[in-house]
Nanobody
Framework: QVQLLESGGGLVQPGGSLRLSCAAS????????SGWYRQAPGNERELVAL???????DYADSVKGRFTISRDNAEDMVYLQMNSLKPEDTAVYYC?????????WGKGTLVTVSP
C-alpha cells in the first residue's frame, strides 16, 4: 500500500508564498506521474499541477506562472511552490501519484489565503 503524506499548508496573506511537500512511501520515480489537486468548499477536486516520470509538467491555467511543481527522486518527495497566492487558492491540497491504472492519494493539507 502506497502512502502519501502532505505538509506545508497553513494561513498566508494574499501575495504570499507557501511550499507544499509530499512524502511518498515508495520511490517516486516508480510512478508514471505525480501531482497536486485541490478542493475548495462546494467545489469538485481539480488538478493543480502534475509532473511525469520524464519531468514533463502541466498546470491548471489558474496557477500558471505562479506555482511550480518539482520532485526529488533521492528523497522520494514532490513539491509545490506557490507564489503570489490569491484568496481563490484557498482549498485542501492533495498529493496524488499514479502508476498504471492505480491512483494514490494523501489525506490533504489545508491552504488558507486571507488578509
Amino acid at each position: 500500500q502506497v502512502q502519501l503524506l502532505e505538509s506545508g499548508g497553513g494561513l498566508v496573506q494574499p501575495g504570499g508564498s507557501l511550499r507544499l511537500s509530499c512524502a511518498a512511501s515508495r520511490p517516486i520515480f516508480s510512478f508514471n506521474r505525480s501531482g497536486w489537486y485541490r478542493q475548495a468548499p462546494g467545489n469538485e477536486r481539480e488538478l493543480v499541477a502534475l509532473i511525469t516520470s520524464r519531468y514533463v509538467t502541466d498546470y491548471a491555467d489558474s496557477v500558471k506562472g505562479r506555482f511550480t511543481i518539482s520532485r526529488d527522486n533521492a528523497e522520494d518527495m514532490v513539491y509545490l511552490q506557490m507564489n503570489s497566492l490569491k484568496p481563490e487558492d484557498t482549498a485542501v491540497y492533495y498529493c496524488n501519484a499514479r502508476t498504471g491504472d492505480m491512483d494514490y492519494w494523501g489525506k490533504g493539507t489545508l491552504v488558507t489565503v486571507s488578509p
